[in-house]
């Protein structure tokens, strides 16, 4: 009862920001490939970058918790690293699927072969990967290890992909003013605190998860 509570907590704040965000918090005047303003569509922001900012952070741990893996040899770190990033692939998959929903109108195309789309699907196949990679490999210590090492390769993509928008000219538009080669949404103060509060939210949410996910794993190893 208590891990539902906590579920339900967490989804419940992200409700609660999002509809802040969604009727308190006014649109940006983002221009559409016509010229149209995006108006409440752009709002998805407000949902994408939070969702894209927990799936990094989970990818994070996942690496931290596979380094003491490799340091300490405990399995503990193990189940932590792959409960994390479960999490983490959970939050990047819809991360993406909520871009692609704000680029058709945006761009006019679901999809285009941006740097920062690139590099964000590079992440994203590396860390699918990994848990591919955890099913095939039988032997706990062999897949244990395997499985640390590749966690910090993807570490090392995430500011791949975070740079990417200030390394090369690119449609995406950066939230911070001068991140980016291209275009820009600018911080205002409404702006900020509805992204504050969305991206606090995602992040309790996410830590729910997590922990929810590592108590099923830990009780499975222990019936193992």
Partial sequence: MKKSLLFALGVGVVALTQAYALFVVPPVKWPGPNGEVLGTVQKIFYLHVPLAWVGFLMASISALAGFLYLTRRSAKWDRLSASAMEVGVVFLTVAIATGSLWARPAWGTFWTWDPRLVS?????????????????????????????????????????????????????????????????????????????????????????????????????????
């Fill in 120 to 224: 964000m699907a590079v992440l994203w196949v590396l860390a699918v990967g990994y848990l591919f990679l955890r099913n095939l490999v039988d032997e706990p210590e062999l897949r244990a290890r395997v499985s640390a090492l590749l966690s910090l390769i993807i570490f090392v993509n995430i500011p791949v992909v975070f740079l990417s928008i200030k390394l090369f000219r690119t449609l995406h538009p950066a939230v911070v003013k001068g991140l980016s080669k291209g275009d820009t949404y600018g911080m205002d103060t409404p702006i900020l605190v509805g992204l504050l509060l969305n991206l606090t939210a995602m992040t309790v949410l996410g830590f729910a998860l997590l922990y929810l996910r590592y108590s099923k794993e830990n009780g499975e190893e222990a019936c193992t």
